[in-house]
């Protein structure tokens, strides 16, 4: 059983206007087996939670904290975060030229587990993966997301996610510029790595369409920087139903 605990998170960057405060009080408990949707309008900081979570330079925590089972996320370097069970799925993954699939995973996960895998159980389970994830076979030897389309590049995402096996996984916007065939194999491969792993899951999106594949237990509605509200699934129907109008609103007059 593991638990990443948010408290009171602010988060600033540094614009060419100066210091921009945009995660502004975030609280969130994430436990293994459960599922989190993280639902709401542009800017309002739900990539910058998770790039703060993984430990990007850019983002300056300037109180708060964050915890994976009571160790100090935010004294650690984003490798040992991985090491120690985080995992992003990225918004817009990055092409590395010159370093094949093959290569990237198997280093990836000698670093994660601290010895390399064994070749030939390895290798089974790569391809297996890549099947489920209806990823060709020949992309294991193309270096890592050069000339992959979009929909290419998150089901890769995902092959990690399953290969890798964290403890808790943030997917930012894994859904985006994903047509229908491509959201329910990657939808699946999530849910494969969940339930096989006892994976906790942060799922960052902008629509319901996603959620209709990844049932999530909570929905927490992010604006302005801060969890304007949280509840059941039912909360996405609402939101699918009235957009964010009146928490807008309550900001507004806040």
């Known amino acids: 059983m593991s638990t990443l605990e948010i408290k009171d998170l602010h988060v600033s960057i540094e614009t060419d206007q100066g210091t921009k405060e945009i995660l502004k009080g975030v609280s969130l408990t994430i436990s293994s087996g459960e599922k989190h949707a993280i639902m709401g309008p542009n800017g309002s900081g739900k990539s910058t939670l998770a790039s703060t979570i993984a430990g990007h330079p ?6 708060g904290s964050i915890t994976l089972d009571g160790e100090d996320v935010l004294e650690m370097e984003p490798d040992e975060r991985a090491q120690a069970g985080l995992f992003l799925a990225m918004q817009y ?10 290569n990237f995973l198997r280093t990836a996960k000698t ?21 489920k ?8 030897n193309r270096n890592v997301n050069e000339g992959f389309s979009g929909g290419e590049k998150k ?27 491509a959201l329910r194999v990657v939808s699946e491969g999530v849910n ?42 039912e909360l996405a129907d609402e939101l699918e139903a009235n957009g964010y109008d009146r928490f807008l609103a309550a900001v507004s007059a806040a």
């Open 58 to 63: 850019r983002y300056e925590v300037t109180s």
């Open 93 to 102: 993954p990055v092409e590395v030229p010159g370093v094949t699939m093959t």
């Open 111 to 131: 670093a994660i587990d601290g010895e390399a895998p064994k070749l030939r159980t390895w290798t089974k389970e790569v391809k297996d993966a890549m099947e």
């Open 133 to 140: 994830l209806r990823i060709d076979a020949d992309f294991a």
């Open 155 to 181: 089901r890769v995402e995902i092959l990690q996610l399953e290969l890798f096996k964290p403890k808790i996984a943030v997917l930012d916007e894994t859904d985006s510029g994903l047509d229908i065939d």
């Open 192 to 233: 494969r790595a969940h339930e096989e792993n006892n994976m906790g899951t942060l799922l960052i999106t902008h629509y319901t369409r996603i959620l209709n594949y990844i049932k999530p237990d909570y929905v927490h509605v992010f604006v302005d920087g801060k969890v304007a509200e949280q509840g059941g699934p």
